[in-house]
């Protein structure tokens, strides 16, 4: 009984700090903040290695000046500081301010100077022919106009430029032993976001969008995490965690099947042997000429 009144009473809070930043940040979807930024820790460090080769694959080089186009936590724009050197610089854009002011604290501890982090809406940005390259990590998919903000992206880089963008396939999930509560959050997730007007599944047509937009020579992989253990094992409850708020505010589930759902996640992670995957995510390179 008393922890779900401690769940109803930490629904409406999110909730709260939900409709407090809803004229900001209303598209994206899971929450911010500390409790966001700590969920973004974890992420990071679940699928930390494989960006940081993705990027390495991109070309990234000493010198380059770079732009990383929604943030978060500062986890990647960091790993590429240290690669373009004291030559080189990175700008890093977050609509969040709280993972801004996290991520420049965090630089200043470590005496990381090449870094500018700015709170900013990605729709805004006017950079032309800037960058020689731009990366982007699970933000194309909140966005209900992600068109608009590639078309911006193109503008920004400089002739031979490269972009590069991870994003999600959300409807590539599984589990195994098959687990109603997992489905349910991968479902909810993917009706989520719709509602939102965006796609949990940008992964998907992010080549299409790009070759619309006249990015050449592009290429995409994929790759999907899996866990029987660790840390990545916790990405679905603290996901689901994550949205609840935003679920609750479109109706699309009520406060006592959410509570449900979480705790179920939370026991089927405990289950010794289960396995958990994140998204399936597909990692795109392409540039501009």
Not at 195 to 213: C, E, H, P, V, W
């Amino acid at each position: 009984m008393l922890d779900f009144l401690y769940f109803l009473f930490s629904c409406f809070c999110y909730h709260l700090l939900y409709l407090i930043s809803f004229t900001y940040m209303n598209e994206y979807t899971i929450y911010g903040g500390d409790k966001g930024k700590s969920r973004l820790d974890i992420l990071s460090r679940a699928i930390g290695e494989q960006t940081e080769e993705f990027i390495r694959w991109g070309g990234l080089s000493t010198g380059y000046k770079c732009l990383d186009l929604g943030c978060g936590g500062g986890h990647v724009s960091m790993f590429m500081s240290g690669v373009v050197g004291s030559s080189g610089s990175i700008k890093a854009l977050d609509l969040d301010k709280r993972n801004i002011e996290i991520a420049d604290t965090t630089c200043r501890s470590k005496e990381i100077v090449n870094i500018q982090f700015q709170q900013a809406d990605v729709y805004q940005f006017n950079d032309i022919d800037e960058y020689d390259l731009v990366y982007s990590r699970f933000l194309f998919s909140h966005l209900h106009n992600p068109q608009l903000v590639l078309n911006k992206v193109f503008k920004s880089l400089k002739t031979g430029g490269t972009v590069l963008i991870e994003d999600t396939d959300f409807s590539g999930h599984f589990s195994h032993p098959p687990n109603k509560a997992f489905d349910k959050y991968v479902s909810l997730y993917q009706k989520l976001l719709k509602s939102r007007g965006a796609d949990a599944n940008r992964g998907q047509n992010l080549t299409a969008l790009m070759i619309q937009t006249g990015f050449t020579e592009i290429e995409f992989r994929i790759y999907q995490p899996a866990h029987i253990s660790g840390e990545g094992k916790l990405m679905a409850e603290i996901t689901f965690e994550g949205i609840m708020p935003s679920l609750l505010e479109e109706r699309l589930v009520d406060q006592k099947k959410a509570y449900d759902i979480y705790h179920e996640l939370i026991a089927f992670r405990k289950k010794e042997h289960s396995m958990m995957s994140m998204p399936r995510i597909f990692q795109i390179k392409a540039k501009r000429f």
